[in-house]
């Protein structure tokens, strides 16, 4: 299962990077997605990295949000710039088949079977 931590409290135009780790194992062979939930609105997802390292953003992410892993830390991360108020919600990690892991971002229920506990990010003045 993967944690994913890193939330805060931050102000509009601040960045933030959350990151994501497998309690108990790797991300060999496995995508890694990161999802969000804003209150009263369906999961979507946000950025996916294949287990090569390929990376997708969905077009509303592109250019402020990016994902990144580090191996020997065992930990996929997800960088964001420039937030918005909008940007407020609950974001999850979660694990993806490799061959998928792109379009796992717009069908998220289809492809995650179990979601793990997720971090809060609001943003806020």
């Known amino acids: 299962q993967l944690q994913a931590s890193g939330g805060g409290l931050v102000q509009p135009g601040e960045s933030l990077r959350l990151s994501c780790v497998a309690s108990?194992?790797?991300?060999?062979?496995?995508?890694v997605g990161w999802f969000r939930q804003a209150p009263g609105k369906e999961r979507e997802g946000v950025c996916s990295?294949?287990?090569?390292?390929?990376?997708y953003c969905a077009d509303s992410w592109k250019g402020r949000f990016t994902i990144s892993r580090d191996s020997a830390k065992n930990t996929v991360y997800l960088q964001m710039n420039s937030l918005k108020p909008e940007d407020t919600a609950t974001y999850y990690c979660?694990?993806?088949?490799?061959?998928?892991?792109?379009?796992?971002?717009?069908?998220?229920?289809?492809?995650?079977?179990?979601w793990g506990q997720g971090t809060q990010v609001t943003v806020s003045s």
């Open positions: 108990g194992g790797t991300f060999d062979g496995h995508g």
């Open positions: 990295m294949t287990s090569g390292g390929d990376t």
């Open positions: 979660a694990s993806l088949p490799t061959v998928g892991a792109f379009v796992a971002i717009h069908f998220p229920d289809v492809y995650v079977d179990v």
